[in-house]
């Protein structure tokens, strides 16, 4: 069984503009990029989940960014590619 999700990503959102640096980045098309971005966060759920621990909203997200090991290395990935897609 598959499922069709219609996800609408405004190119010039900050979503939209990490989707694309992301995916030159690692040299995918967007709809890798995608569906890798959901993979981990799935896989971050699913682990919560697992370990009887609560999934956080993403206000509690935000407020807690770099409180985990995977948040941390995420956000350090995003800054890398941010940062490289600034270098003139």
Do not use: W, Y
Request: proline residues 5%; glycine residues 6%; hydrophobic residues 40%.
């Amino acid at each position: 069984m598959a499922f069709d999700i219609l996800v609408h990503i405004t190119e010039n959102s900050p979503r939209g503009r990490l989707v694309q640096m992301i995916a030159e980045h690692r040299r995918i098309t967007l709809e890798q990029a995608v569906d890798g971005i959901i993979d981990a966060g799935i896989a971050t759920h699913t682990h919560s989940i697992l370990q009887g621990q609560h999934v956080k909203s993403p206000a509690e997200t935000l407020l807690g960014l770099f409180s985990s090991p995977e948040d941390a290395a995420l956000m350090d990935e995003v800054m890398e590619i941010a940062c490289e897609g600034r270098k003139p």
